[in-house]
């Protein structure tokens, strides 16, 4: 599973300048000339107090390479590099001021999605995923095609060997630098189910999505919408040490994925910016 998700994140690597080719109309969707200029994001890596686990200095030079790609196009540059859609959590003092924005931008059809999905009882919580790995691995099958690209897992796919044990996850050494992951689950006789997941990364104030994945069966049912919501509310209700000075919220490139897919960013009010991702430098 983890080769097949690697070859499929090398895979989409491959596409980037065949998908910058949707770059021109994206932009228009924001008012934005092809060459115009994107605002400049600069990205804070290192955190507020002194931290100190081994981890966050791996968790930082990984998002310094990582965010090269998206920084202000120079040069040869210009063509085939992804544009960050992000979000400024500055703007929504609370969730439900983020959901109101989302709810106006889609006419309540977001907000509706996602009270179906509350509604056929589907629920959220954080999840490890190493204790999901069956269950992650039947979403992975589930579909070949999504709105982010061909997915190698569900082309190639192996049962896994072991069943999910279902252990909740244990916070994170740094509330500055971390990994977490949330899941989505349908209630069966059995016990819950999980039918779709969502990772985030944060490092310094910024905290980026990946790992996005809805079971097939689900998509209809406003699973997906129901855990980006429940998500971003914990992100902006702000009352975990893990989301305490964050400020932008990164979903992707704008040049990633399908006509849907950008409208889903453009309804969640995400919006294209260039990233500086640097150490501050006093402490070079
Ligand atoms: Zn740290």
Redesign the pocket.
């Known amino acids: 599973m983890a080769l097949a998700s690697f070859l499929t994140s090398r895979l989409h690597h491959l596409l980037d300048p065949w998908q910058s080719a949707t770059r021109k109309s994206r932009l228009r969707d924001y008012a934005l000339q092809p060459g115009a200029f994107l605002p400049v994001v600069h990205i804070h890596p290192e955190?507020l107090h002194c931290?100190e686990?081994s981890?966050?200095e791996l968790?930082i030079d990984d998002a310094i390479r990582f965010h090269r790609r998206n920084a202000p196009r120079t040069g040869f540059r210009r063509r085939g590099v992804p544009t960050a859609m992000l979000l400024d959590m500055e703007r929504y003092p609370t969730a439900d001021s983020y959901l109101r924005a989302v709810s106006k931008r889609s006419h309540g059809n977001v907000p509706r999605a996602a009270k179906k999905a509350a509604r056929l009882g589907i629920t959220c919580a954080p999840i490890r995923p190493e204790s999901y790995v069956a269950s992650i691995s039947a979403i992975g099958a589930s579909k070949r095609f999504r709105s982010g690209g061909p997915v190698l897992s569900a082309w190639f796919h192996a049962k896994a060997a072991t069943a999910d044990t279902g252990e909740a996850p244990a916070p994170p050494p740094?509330?500055?630098?971390w990994t977490m992951a949330w899941g989505a689950f349908v209630q069966e006789e059995s016990g819950p189910r999980l039918i779709a997941h969502l990772s985030l990364r944060r490092v310094g104030d910024l905290c980026r999505t990946h790992d996005i994945m809805c079971h097939g069966d689900y998509l209809r049912a406003g699973a997906m919408k129901l855990l980006f919501i429940e998500t971003t509310r914990w992100l902006l209700d702000r009352q975990a040490p893990e989301t305490q000075g964050l400020r932008w919220l990164m979903y992707g490139a704008m040049e990633h994925g399908s006509a849907g897919l950008h409208e889903w960013k453009r309804l969640m009010c995400f919006e294209p910016a260039n990233l500086v991702v640097e150490r501050p430098v006093a402490a070079l």
């Open positions: 955190a931290c686990h981890l966050c968790l740094c509330p500055t630098h």
